[in-house]
């Protein structure tokens, strides 16, 4: 897919992808591309708020709103929380194209396990 980790930390994950190589048959951003990088980019911000209790994150939710799309150019993908918790986290991913317009919206929900207990299911 592209993805490029740009900066990460507890309270934002930011990540571009290019469009090109992302795209349905229309010529346009998929938008299950959309919301695997969405998914992706807010689960590693879960991860890094877990790892600060020895955790890690699992995805239970996951939602989005598709604003417009992209045929081409750089997308920016920015994950910010809405809540970390020591069970649940949830965040915010906003999906951006070059000149800063929303494309979509993503909500992700993550359990916090510890790391064993995830290791074995």
Not at 58 to 77: E, Q
Request: hydrophobic content about 45%; proline content about 2%; aromatic content about 2%.
């Amino acid at each position: 897919m592209g993805v490029r980790i740009l900066e990460e930390s507890v309270e934002r994950v930011v990540a571009t992808m290019p469009v090109e190589g992302n795209r349905q048959s229309f010529g346009l951003l998929h938008g299950g591309a959309s919301l695997a990088v969405g998914e992706a980019v807010g689960s590693w911000a879960a991860v890094i708020h877990a790892s600060t209790m020895g955790k890690t994150a699992v995805g239970v939710d996951v939602s989005a709103t598709h604003h417009r799309s992209a045929r081409k150019g750089l997308i920016t993908i920015t994950a910010t929380p809405l809540q970390l918790g020591k069970t649940l986290t949830a965040h915010e991913v906003i999906i951006t194209n070059e000149g800063g317009q929303r494309l979509c919206t993503l909500r992700i929900t993550n359990l916090l396990l510890d790391r064993k207990a995830a290791a074995e299911d």
